[in-house]
């Protein structure tokens, strides 16, 4: 019986020491989307180059979105590459991109692979 009584202590303080598991947390409200700009040609860059070539471009998450008229419009991937944090490269097999050169981080090249052609460019 003594022991019996010594179990019974012995488990209800075992249970008094169980607390119950925490209330799962509430999910959290999800992060708002970035507004979107009201007019389409915010974000844009111009550039204007070597050999009478313009281009626009638009820079998103990993990517660029070029529109270089008569050229045509591509759409390049964020690339390794680059000689400082300021300069930063992409590209896809048509055409690779270089921004953030020169000694104010306003110039560009474009490398298109065909037919090769090099122009060198500065933001408007």
């Known amino acids: 019986m003594k022991f019996l009584a010594l179990g019974l202590l ?3 303080s075992l249970l008094g020491c169980v607390s119950a598991p925490p209330a799962p947390a509430l999910p959290s409200a999800p992060a708002a989307a970035p507004a979107l700009s009201a007019s389409p ?3 844009l860059q111009r550039y204007r180059c070597d050999q009478n070539l313009e281009f626009s471009v638009r820079f998103m ?3 660029a979105v070029i529109d270089a008229g008569a050229r045509g419009n591509d759409v390049l ?5 680059g000689m400082t944090p300021q300069q930063t490269v992409y590209s896809n097999p048509r055409l690779r991109a270089e921004f953030g050169l020169g000694a104010g981080g306003r ?3 474009l490398r298109y692979l065909a037919p090769q052609l ?5 933001k408007d």
């Open 118 to 122: 090099v122009v060198n460019c500065v």
């Open 77 to 81: 991937l964020r690339d390794a590459g």
């Open 10 to 12: 012995a488990t209800g």
């Open 41 to 43: 040609a915010a974000g």
């Open 107 to 109: 110039e560009a090249v």
């Open 61 to 63: 998450d990993d990517s």
